[in-house]
């Protein structure tokens, strides 16, 4: 059995969490964990608040809740903050982004009224499709910086908070052009001092968050923390960092259906993925040079689940087709089509039809909550650097460059689950084990050394294949 060799420092103390862009995602994450901590709401879709986890054997039924086997911060301990490029305060942004109705979010209008944004660091050249004058003065990017740090450690100071965590909210950026100044701490810092055009905002803020050691996450595809500078700044702080891009609607089906499609060897002819939403993010996307940058988050995850190099004959010429399209009416209820094209025995050819209708933020909403919790876990736990156990949450996982990213969710549920486990100083479950099964001789050696058995458990059948 491994062991995580530290042991983990409790959640004491009030955590801070810093949200540039404070739109729909953020509204409802916030106005959602209101209602929650007042009793009138249910976190649902939050491993964090719901998900149990099996320690051990099966038959020693040890399955405790996440929130009880890891030292997490409790949601009456979060303390909000943030950056928008519009004044709204939560109450606002929430009524104008119509997520939830007016009489769901009026029990927790004060709490909502008392969080208004700060100034943005804001650049219309990669968000062409808002507009601003509220916005960050200075003479270089360098000072844009050290604002946004001013800001964190005032909001610190104000509201009293013993950590703080930065998770990306805003708006999909247009992607920078590749710069050096990406490619190593020194050279961001210099580019920031001279002002270099390829620094979005998202990465001035990311940059001030991760040189002060604070766990950053990042809910767009926009590049922020996910270049080398980022990457080894935040190994030099000891900031945790994961990205990129919530997986919450069609990429969650995506990365649902196309592992059972590898699983089963049934082959792939195309997929074709529409989507129509009609939110502020869908008026942002509309603008052809941010939805180039959602287009390449969601277009990577079919061939990394796939593997078309390992199976040529069944995924090696797929026709993947992603459209999302700006329809006003729908606001945040999203709706989207997938059709799937598949080959089963003999190329006989079959098809998958998908019609999901969701809600985008309402989907987002617990994905922010528990990487905000788990970002902070990370930080007391040590972990610096890229968190890959939070992939579970992204649609374009931020990992090692040396490495693929990891798509299937049920490999990333896995890893999650079992970085919990490592972290706890329980036994990691991979699902093998031969000792469930009655071995002939010989294939004595391959065994593991018998356990104790438990009275309660000797009584249950042990012929499932299932460990
Ligand atoms: N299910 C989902 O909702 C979902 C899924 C995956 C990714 N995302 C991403 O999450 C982000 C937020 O989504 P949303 O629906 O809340 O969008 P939204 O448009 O409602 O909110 C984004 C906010 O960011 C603000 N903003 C933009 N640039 C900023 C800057 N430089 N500084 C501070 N604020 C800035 C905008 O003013 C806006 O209010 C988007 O990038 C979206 O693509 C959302």
């Known amino acids: 059995m491994k062991k995580h060799l530290n042991s983990i420092p409790p959640a004491k103390g ?6 540039p862009g404070m739109g729909a995602v953020t509204s409802t994450f916030i106005a959602g964990l209101e209602l ?20 051990g054997k099966r038959y020693e039924n040890r399955n405790p809740l996440i929130k009880d086997f890891v030292p997490l911060a409790a949601p009456s301990d979060l303390v909000f903050g943030g950056w928008d490029l519009f004044p709204d305060n939560m109450w606002e942004a ?35 499709n808002l507009k601003s004058d509220r916005a960050k003065r200075g003479p270089s990017k360098w000072d844009l910086a050290r604002q946004v ?28 052009k590749p710069s050096p100044c990406h ?8 580019g920031l001092r001279r002002n270099d055009p390829a620094i979005p905002p998202s990465m001035i803020y990311a940059y001030a968050a991760i040189s002060l050691g604070m766990p950053y996450g990042n809910g767009a595809p926009n590049l922020s923390g996910d270049v080398p500078a980022m990457v080894e700044l935040a190994r030099r702080t000891g900031a945790p960092i994961a990205g990129k891009d919530f997986k919450t609607g069609q990429t969650l089906m995506k990365t649902t259906i ?28 509309d603008d052809p040079g941010s939805f180039k940058t959602k287009e390449k988050s969601k277009m990577s995850v079919l061939d990394s689940i796939l593997d078309p190099g390992l199976y040529p004959e069944l995924y090696g010429r797929y026709h993947h087709k992603v459209r999302i399209d700006y329809y006003p009416p729908r606001g945040d209820a999203k709706e989207g089509w997938d059709n799937i094209d598949i080959r089963g025995w003999l190329d006989m050819p079959m098809q998958i039809k998908i019609n999901f209708l969701c809600r985008d933020s309402i989907l987002a909403a617990p994905i922010v909550l528990d990487l905000v919790l788990f970002l902070d876990l990370a930080k007391r736990a040590g972990l610096k650097g890229i968190q890959e156990w939070l992939s579970f949450y992204f649609k374009s996982p931020q990992c090692r460059e040396d490495l693929k990213p990891e798509h299937d969710i049920f490999i990333q549920h896995l890893k999650l689950k079992n970085t919990l486990r490592l972290l706890m100083g329980e036994e990691v479950l991979d699902h093998s084990g031969l000792d469930y099964y009655d ?29």
């Not at 007042?38 to 149990?52: A, D, F, H, N, V």
Request: with cysteine.
């Open 14 to 19: 009030k955590l801070g969490v810093l949200l």
């Open 439 to 467: 071995l002939e001789r010989g294939a004595v050696a391959l065994a593991p050394a018998p356990r104790p058995v438990k009275s309660a458990a000797r009584k249950k059948p042990i012929a499932s294949s299932r460990p």
């Open 36 to 55: 929650v901590k007042k009793g009138l709401g249910r976190p649902i879709g939050s491993l964090t608040q719901l998900q149990t986890i099996r320690l």
């Open 94 to 128: 929430a009524l104008k982004a119509g997520v939830l109705e007016r009489h769901q979010l009026t029990p927790v209008r004060r709490e909502l009224e008392a969080i208004a944004p700060m100034t943005p660091v804001f650049d219309p050249s990669y968000l062409r």
């Open 183 to 190: 490619e190593s701490a020194r050279a961001f810092e210099e």
């Open 258 to 285: 196309a592992p059972m499609l590898k699983a089963r060897m049934l082959g792939l002819t195309g997929w074709y993925s529409t989507n129509i939403l009609g939110n502020r993010d869908g008026e942002v996307l």
């Open 149 to 176: 740090v001013a800001d964190i450690e005032a909001f610190k100071r104000k509201s009293g908070v013993e950590r703080a965590v930065m998770l990306w909210c805003g708006s999909t950026e247009i992607l920078p």
